[in-house]
């Protein structure tokens, strides 16, 4: 693997949502520097110093990088990076309409260093999106799940089965993008959202369907294989 090679696997174009950081951060750096060197004044040096490196953390923070999902359409592969920090039966959100049979619920912790980027864990279509505010704890704590703002999605398979995943507000996240709508077809590992800046993601599966992952094993959205469906 040559050099450049290397690097696209660690560099990798942001996502649209890093626009707004990377253009106020970029043009306060330029500004402030210029400024600074023309007035002689330190304070808005420091500001350029501040602007340029959260210019840097925007880059990496919304990183999105391509990625390579297991060509089969017998598994459920992880919505996203992180670690997993509970696997427990529970019923899928009320929200949703789902039932209230418990199923296997796999939840994903994202630091602010993990890939935000959100990705459907199968192939189907998008039944129902159901956003519920709600308060920003730390997402790792199992009552995130209830009392966290989130956004909910059901997604039916291709042979009628249901599963759903929800996006979790943490303690500095205060926006949930979700880029889908219902109705709409998706692939496996394709894009439908993103959680600024950390934040959970819960899968739940359908019935009968067993987990193949373990609590404290570390996710790769879109590829890492979490049930056989």
């Known amino acids: 693997m040559s050099l450049l090679e290397s690097l696209k696997l660690v560099v990798s174009r942001p996502h649209p949502e890093a626009r707004p950081f990377l253009l106020a951060s970029g043009a306060a750096s330029v500004v402030s ?103 920003f704890l730390n997402a790792s704590l199992d009552k995130a799940s209830e009392q966290n703002e989130r956004n909910a999605l059901s997604l039916t398979l291709p042979d009628g089965r249901m599963l759903a995943v929800v996006q979790i507000a943490g303690l500095v996240a205060r926006r949930i993008v979700c880029s889908v709508s219902e109705g709409m077809q998706m692939e496996a590992g394709e894009r439908f959202g993103l959680i600024r800046f950390g934040s959970r993601t819960d899968l739940y599966l359908p019935p009968g369907v067993e987990p193949l992952v373990a609590v404290g094993q570390t996710m790769v959205g879109g590829e890492t294989v979490m049930a056989r469906l």
Request: with cysteine; net charge positive.
């Open 33 to 135: 520097y210029l400024l600074g060197r023309k007035l002689r004044c330190p304070k808005l040096r420091l500001l350029g110093h501040a602007s340029t490196g959260f210019f840097g953390f925007c880059l990496y923070f919304f990183r999105d990088p391509e990625r390579v999902t297991p060509a089969r359409s017998d598994v459920a592969v992880a919505p996203a990076d992180g670690h997993i920090v509970s696997i427990e039966k529970i019923a899928p959100p009320a929200e949703l309409g789902m039932g209230e049979t418990p199923v296997w619920r796999i939840a994903t912790f994202l630091s602010v260093l993990d890939v935000h980027v959100n990705r459907m864990p199968a192939a189907g279509t998008v039944t129902r999106i159901a956003y519920h505010p709600g308060l």
